[in-house]
């Protein structure tokens, strides 16, 4: 077990949840606050976390409602993915110097079991990419492109949010397994020239016309057999007009609807379904982490190739975490929003 050093921090600086938003989240909602820290247990380490996610599906976990992941406590430190250095520990499994992964995120430093933490493989990516293309983002494309909507090589593939830290990955996956087309959704033209630098073969800002619309020019007379969902609503709509006979659909997110404060319609052409003989299945990450190793051997392969490239989107200082997390909301980063500590 590592030595404790006597200049450790004793406490942390953290972001808590300081009341419950109401349609978009705003300053107010959130409070930087200090707290101390634990001491450490035997089979604990101390974390200075280097980088923290900040992610879509937290939205979800501000409101108190029963859901897949319990909400995010009043008054108390949010948590979300983060990568650090472990600069105590009373484990015999992580020593001192060891990058980790692990979901104590919103805070500085972080105390926690040293099973709760996973090893960064640093000699494959920078710490920052186990957040993103090799962590639980990189994990969700890629489950949800092979084990859920079962891509098969000759796929036409269609994916909303494609400038996401997700959707980008989807589609360069896609393409590096064979995929006979490509289409990605965004929401601002340089993020629809981003999308064609990484090899999407059509791209299109849904803000240019109804989505309907471009989706049925970009997929030409071929169609589409795979949709990834990250944005629901309309994209969900248009999707299922174009698909093909035993087309498939990933629904990984609806960001189109986190801060709706009325319920939004149910796409109104669902009866679709029906004659082509449709799949749509929800997923989450947490149902496939048995694919973790297959994927980081096979998703590092094609990184250090440059077969496949990833974006990120870097936010300086705990205190901006929250503005961040609201422009993620607002589709200002390109890749994974990350904030830097």
Same mark, same amino acid.
């Given at each position: 077990?590592?030595?404790?050093?006597?200049?450790?921090?004793?406490?942390?600086?953290?972001?808590?949840?300081?009341?419950?938003?109401?349609?978009?989240?705003?300053?107010?909602?959130?409070?930087?606050?200090?707290?101390?820290?634990?001491?450490?247990?035997?089979?604990?380490?101390?974390?200075?976390?280097?980088?923290?996610?900040?992610?879509?599906?937290?939205?979800?976990?501000?409101?108190?409602?029963?859901? !897949?992941?319990?909400?995010?406590?009043?008054?108390?430190?949010?948590?979300?993915?983060?990568?650090?250095?472990? *600069?105590?520990?009373?484990?015999?499994?992580?020593?001192?110097?060891?990058?980790? %992964?692990?979901? #104590?995120?919103?805070?500085?430093?972080?105390?926690?079991?040293?099973?709760?933490?996973?090893?960064?493989?640093?000699?494959?990516?920078?710490?920052?990419?186990?957040?993103?293309?090799?962590?639980?983002?990189?994990?969700?494309?890629?489950?949800?492109?092979?084990?859920?909507?079962?891509?098969?090589?000759?796929?036409?593939?269609?994916?909303?949010?494609?400038?996401?830290?997700?959707?980008?990955?989807?589609?360069?996956?896609?393409?590096?397994?064979?995929?006979?087309?490509? *289409?990605?959704?965004?929401?601002?033209?340089?993020?629809?020239?981003?999308?064609?630098?990484?090899?999407?073969?059509?791209?299109?800002?849904?803000?240019?016309?109804?989505?309907?619309?471009?989706?049925?020019?970009?997929?030409?007379?071929?169609?589409?057999?795979? !949709?990834?969902?990250? %944005?629901?609503?309309?994209?969900?709509?248009?999707?299922?007009?174009?698909?093909?006979?035993?087309?498939?659909?990933?629904?990984?997110?609806? *960001?189109?609807? !986190?801060?709706?404060?009325?319920?939004?319609?149910?796409?109104?052409?669902?009866?679709?379904?029906?004659?082509?003989?449709?799949?749509?299945?929800?997923?989450?990450?947490?149902?496939?982490?048995?694919?973790?190793?297959?994927?980081?051997?096979? %998703?590092?392969?094609? *990184?250090?190739?440059?077969?496949?490239?990833?974006?990120?989107?870097?936010?300086?200082?705990?205190?901006?975490?929250?503005?961040?997390?609201?422009?993620?909301?607002?589709?200002?980063?390109?890749?994974?929003? #990350? %904030?830097?500590?």
């Amino acid at each position: 077990m590592s030595t404790e050093n006597t200049n450790l921090p004793t406490s942390t600086r953290e972001i808590q949840l300081a009341s419950r938003p109401h349609g978009r989240p705003v300053p107010e909602n959130f409070r930087l606050a200090e707290s101390a820290l634990p001491e450490l247990q035997d089979g604990q380490v101390l974390v200075r976390n280097l980088f923290i996610s900040v992610d879509p599906y937290m939205r979800g976990r501000m409101n108190d409602v029963k859901s !897949y992941s319990a909400p995010f406590a009043l008054d108390a430190a949010m948590e979300g993915g983060a990568v650090g250095e472990v *600069i105590a520990s009373r484990s015999e499994d992580r020593k001192v110097g060891d990058t980790v %992964v692990h979901s #104590l995120g919103w805070r500085e430093y972080a105390v926690l079991d040293a099973g709760a933490t996973s090893p960064a493989r640093t000699d494959l990516a920078p710490a920052s990419a186990f957040l993103g293309a090799l962590g639980m983002t990189g994990l969700t494309a890629y489950a949800g492109l092979l084990k859920v909507a079962d891509f098969k090589p000759g796929d036409a593939v269609f994916v909303s949010g494609a400038a996401g830290a997700v959707g980008s990955l989807v589609g360069q996956i896609a393409k590096a397994m064979g995929a006979s087309r490509v *289409i990605g959704s965004a929401g601002t033209p340089e993020k629809v020239a981003r999308l064609l630098e990484l090899g999407f073969d059509a791209a299109f800002n849904y803000h240019d016309g109804p989505v309907r619309d471009l989706l049925k020019d970009a997929a030409g007379e071929k169609g589409i057999d795979v !949709y990834f969902d990250n %944005v629901g609503g309309e994209h969900l709509e248009a999707a299922l007009s174009v698909m093909n006979v035993g087309g498939r659909v990933a629904m990984c997110g609806a *960001i189109a609807q !986190y801060n709706s404060t009325e319920p939004t319609p149910a796409p109104r052409n669902l009866m679709l379904a029906i004659g082509k003989q449709l799949t749509l299945k929800g997923f989450l990450v947490g149902g496939y982490w048995q694919y973790m190793g297959e994927f980081v051997e096979k %998703v590092s392969g094609w *990184i250090a190739d440059g077969t496949i490239r990833y974006d990120e989107t870097i936010v300086d200082g705990l205190e901006n975490a929250p503005q961040a997390f609201m422009d993620l909301l607002d589709g200002a980063n390109t890749g994974k929003m #990350l %904030v830097r500590l």
